[in-house]
C-alpha cells in the first residue's frame, strides 16, 4: 500500500505528520495525522495512543488544539489522529453536521447509500493499525481515546476488542447512542432497525455486560450543553457498577464540550495510557 505525506512539522523534539492513503475498506482516499515522538528517531519502537474526534472534526481537530504533543514527547507514545468518516465527493452526506462526512460513527454501515463507504469500525480497528505498524517504527501496544462521537467510538472499540487495546479514555463520550439523539439518528441511517445490532455499538449496553476489561478513563464537563439530552455519562456509571468494570470518572465543574476543556486533562488521559502502555 502506498501512502503519501502531506505535511511535516518538529515539534517537541519529534515530528507531526500528515498523510493521504488509500482506504480499501472505506473506498476512497483518507487522511490521517501521526504524532511521533523523540524516541521514535533513536530506533526505539513507540507504543501508539489511538484519537477518535467527535462529529465535524478531521484528523487536525486534536492535533492542533489539544496540546497533546509536549506529554507525548515526554512519555515516548505516538499519537494517530484519523479522520472522522470516509471523504470524497462520490461519498454520501447528508445536510445535518451529525450524520455522513465528519460523522462515522465508527460502525459499519449495512444501509444504502452510506455502505459502500461508511465502514469506519473496520478502518479503525483493523486496515489502519496494520498500516501504521507497518510504516512507522511503532509496536503493536495499542490504546484509544477519544472525544464525544469519538468517544463513543474509543469506548466501544477497547470493549469488542479487548485483546487489542491495553487502555481507552474518553472525554464527553456519547455514552448510550441508543438512548440519545445524535445516536438515534446515526444508528438508524447507518445500521438500520435492527436494534440489537445497535445495543452492539452501545458503550453502556457493553459495559454493562463486559466479562474482559479494558480499564477505562472518562472525563465530562458539568457545564457541557450536550451534557443531558445526548451524553449521558450517567448510564456508563450504572453500567460499570453493575459489570464491576474498572471505570475511572470525573466530572469537573464549569468545562463545556470544546478543546478547552480537553487540553487541561489531556495529560492525564496520556499519563493513564502510558501507566499501561509502557509497563
Ligand atoms: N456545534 C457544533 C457541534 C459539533 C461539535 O461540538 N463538535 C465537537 C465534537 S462533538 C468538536 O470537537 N468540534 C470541533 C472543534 O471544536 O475543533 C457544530 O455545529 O460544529
Same mark, same amino acid.
Given at each position: 500500500?502506498?501512502?503519501?505525506?502531506?505535511?511535516?512539522?518538529?515539534?517537541?523534539?519529534?515530528?507531526?505528520?500528515?498523510?493521504?492513503?488509500?482506504?480499501?475498506?472505506?473506498?476512497?482516499? !483518507?487522511?490521517?495525522?501521526?504524532? %511521533?515522538?523523540?524516541?521514535?528517531? /533513536?530506533? +526505539?519502537?513507540?507504543?501508539? &495512543?489511538?484519537?477518535? =474526534?467527535?462529529?465535524?472534526?478531521?484528523?487536525?481537530?486534536?492535533?492542533?488544539?489539544?496540546?497533546?504533543?509536549?506529554?507525548?514527547?515526554?512519555?515516548?507514545?505516538?499519537?494517530?489522529?484519523?479522520?472522522?468518516?470516509?471523504?470524497?465527493?462520490?461519498?454520501?452526506?447528508?445536510?445535518?453536521?451529525?450524520?455522513?462526512?465528519?460523522?462515522?460513527?465508527?460502525?459499519?454501515?449495512?444501509?444504502?447509500?452510506?455502505?459502500?463507504?461508511?465502514?469506519?469500525?473496520?478502518?479503525?480497528?483493523?486496515?489502519?493499525?496494520?498500516?501504521?505498524?507497518?510504516?512507522?517504527?511503532?509496536?503493536?501496544?495499542?490504546?484509544?481515546?477519544?472525544?464525544? !462521537?469519538?468517544?463513543?467510538?474509543? %469506548?466501544?472499540?477497547?470493549?469488542? /476488542?479487548? +485483546?487489542?487495546?491495553?487502555? &481507552?479514555?474518553?472525554? =464527553?463520550?456519547?455514552?448510550?447512542?441508543?438512548?440519545?439523539?445524535?445516536?438515534?439518528?446515526?444508528?438508524?441511517?447507518?445500521?438500520?432497525?435492527?436494534?440489537?445490532?445497535?445495543?452492539?455499538?452501545?458503550?453502556?449496553?457493553?459495559?454493562?455486560?463486559?466479562?474482559?476489561?479494558?480499564?477505562?478513563?472518562?472525563?465530562?464537563?458539568?457545564?457541557?450543553?450536550?451534557?443531558?439530552?445526548?451524553?449521558?455519562?450517567?448510564?456508563?456509571?450504572?453500567?460499570?457498577?453493575?459489570?464491576?468494570?474498572?471505570?475511572?470518572?470525573?466530572?469537573?465543574?464549569?468545562?463545556?464540550?470544546?478543546?478547552?476543556?480537553?487540553?487541561?486533562?489531556?495529560?492525564?488521559?496520556?499519563?493513564?495510557?502510558?501507566?499501561?502502555?509502557?509497563?
Amino acid at each position: 500500500m502506498t501512502i503519501e505525506n502531506l505535511s511535516v512539522n518538529k515539534s517537541f523534539g519529534g515530528w507531526h505528520k500528515q498523510y493521504s492513503h488509500y482506504s480499501n475498506t472505506l473506498n476512497c482516499n !483518507m487522511r490521517f495525522a501521526i504524532y %511521533l515522538p523523540p524516541q521514535a528517531s /533513536n530506533g +526505539q519502537k513507540v507504543p501508539v &495512543v489511538y484519537w477518535l =474526534s467527535g462529529l465535524t472534526c478531521s484528523d487536525e481537530n486534536f492535533m492542533q488544539k489539544a496540546g497533546a504533543q509536549r506529554i507525548a514527547a515526554e512519555l515516548g507514545v505516538a499519537i494517530v489522529a484519523p479522520d472522522t468518516s470516509p471523504r470524497g465527493d462520490d461519498v454520501a452526506d447528508d445536510d445535518g453536521y451529525d450524520l455522513g462526512k465528519g460523522a462515522g460513527f465508527y460502525v459499519n454501515a449495512n444501509q444504502a447509500p452510506w455502505s459502500k463507504h461508511y465502514q469506519m469500525y473496520d478502518y479503525i480497528v483493523q486496515e489502519l493499525p496494520d498500516l501504521i505498524e507497518s510504516t512507522f517504527p511503532v509496536s503493536d501496544k495499542r490504546a484509544i481515546a477519544g472525544h464525544s !462521537m469519538g468517544g463513543h467510538g474509543a %469506548l466501544t472499540i477497547a470493549m469488542r /476488542n479487548p +485483546q487489542r487495546y491495553m487502555s &481507552v479514555s474518553a472525554f =464527553s463520550p456519547i455514552s448510550n447512542p441508543v438512548n440519545c439523539p445524535w445516536g438515534q439518528k446515526a444508528f438508524t441511517a447507518y445500521l438500520g432497525k435492527d436494534k440489537e445490532l445497535w445495543r452492539q455499538h452501545d458503550a453502556s449496553e457493553l459495559m454493562r455486560k463486559a466479562t474482559q476489561f479494558v480499564p477505562a478513563k472518562v472525563d465530562q464537563g458539568e457545564s457541557d450543553d450536550f451534557l443531558s439530552e445526548q451524553l449521558k455519562p450517567e448510564m456508563l456509571e450504572a453500567a460499570a457498577k453493575v459489570s464491576g468494570y474498572p471505570l475511572e470518572l470525573n466530572l469537573h465543574e464549569g468545562y463545556d464540550h470544546s478543546y478547552y476543556f480537553i487540553s487541561s486533562f489531556i495529560e492525564q488521559h496520556l499519563q493513564f495510557h502510558a501507566s499501561y502502555l509502557n509497563q
